[in-house]
Structures are given as C-alpha cells and as structure tokens.
C-alpha cells in the first residue's frame, strides 16, 4: 500500500512518469483497486487518451472505498467525457454524482457539467434550469447565454450575454462554442460587422459549417 500511496501523491502533483514507475511493479487487490485506477486515468489524461482515462476515472469511482476518491473520480469522469462530446455518458456520471453526493462541495460543478452536457445532447430547457443551480462563473453564465440563442430566444440571450461580458469579457476566446452563438446573437440583433468577426474565427468541425452558413457563404 505504501508505494500505491506514494503513486497516488506523485499522480496529484502531476508527477506522472514517477507515478507510472512507482506503479510498474504494484498489483491491486480488491482494496486497492480504486486508487489503482485513478492514478492510471491521470496518466491517460496526461497522455491525451481521454477515452481511456474516463474508463479508469468510472472504474476507480466503483472500487474505491475511500468516500473523497470515489466522489473525485465519478465528477473527472464526467469532466472528461463531457469534453470529448460524450454527452450522454457525461449526464450519466453527472445524475449517479448528485444522487450519491447531495452534499459535495462540486455540487455546482457538477451542475455545470450537467447542464452543458443536456445542451449537447439538445435538452435545452433541462439545460437552463441546472445552469441557473449551478452558481455564477463564467462558463455557467455564458452557457446559459448560448442556451437562450439556441432555443432561438435572442432577446434574453443579449441579455444574458451583457451580465456574463460584465463578469469576464474574455472567456469567448477561449471558447468555440461561445463564440459561435455569441455571434449568431449579434447577427440576428442586426449587428453583422460584429457577428462576422465572431464567426470567421470558428474552424471546429460541426460549428465552422453553421459558421459558414450564418456568414452566408
């Protein structure tokens, strides 16, 4: 157990490689199999096969009996999935999380990841009313903006896009997705030198070609 705890800390400092060494040798059991999985989803993760780490972040939530393990690993799982547009796996791992742990100080996070996931998946309506649980950082604010301009309803999502450029003006760029329907809500209010600007600068698969059509092109 002692070198599962020393791969286990090297895993939380990002030390993955030493992690990994510290690993080579060790063989889990049924009590340590949890701790065991987690630190190799930390490993796929650093590695950029995010597919892989979701497996072992959901298996290391089954088997870990430690509570704040089990707990860490189910919200990275859904974390994960939910970037790779797994948005029905996300959701998932999201609900199993608020039943298990009602409490969680992630409860908004999770929340947050739930209702960016339902937006994927086109509940939009189920979408917005966990984004309005789910707190008030950027990325819940402007999501709940995209929402309002996909169901089509530009008026509140001008509106909702002016009280999150009001708390972090920056985060479209850092966002595809926003910025996508940022611009369709600048276009469709008549502002089409801004909406251009905006849409010219979308090159993700799927969104560059609405991008494209929103241009006119």
């Known amino acids: 157990a002692g070198s599962l705890s020393n791969a286990l800390a ?10 990994m060494k510290t690993l080579a040798t060790f063989r889990p059991d049924m009590a340590t199999l949890g701790p065991y999985h987690y630190i190799y989803g930390r490993a796929f993760a650093s590695a950029r096969n995010p597919h892989e780490a979701a497996s072992r972040y959901r298996r290391a939530s ?3 009996s430690n509570a ?5 690993s189910l919200f990275v799982a859904a974390e994960t999935e939910l970037g790779m547009g797994y948005y029905y796996e996300a959701k998932t791992d999201c609900l199993i999380f608020l039943k298990k742990f ?5 409860v908004r996070r999770v929340r947050a990841v739930l209702a960016r996931s339902l937006f994927g998946t086109g509940r939009l309506s189920e979408a917005l009313r966990q984004f ?10 402007y999501g709940k903006a995209d929402t ?3 169901m089509g309803m530009t008026r509140e999502a001008s509106q909702a896009y002016a009280a999150a450029a009001a708390v972090d003006g920056r985060y479209p760029d850092s966002s595809e997705e926003t910025r ?3 611009g369709e809500n600048l276009r469709r209010s008549g ?4 909406a251009k600007e905006l849409l010219l600068t979308i090159k993700g698969e799927g969104l560059r070609d609405r991008a494209a059509i929103g241009l006119g092109e």
């Open 10 to 19: 090297l895993g939380e400092a990002n030390r993955i490689p030493d992690a």
């Open 132 to 141: 309005d649980l789910a707190g008030n950082t950027p990325e819940v604010l």
């Open 148 to 150: 309002f301009q996909k």
């Open 62 to 64: 089954m088997y870990a």
């Open 191 to 194: 502002d089409a030198g801004h």
């Open 102 to 106: 009602p409490n969680s100080a992630r």
């Open 68 to 72: 704040a393990l089990k707990e860490r």
């Open 180 to 182: 996508y329907w940022l």
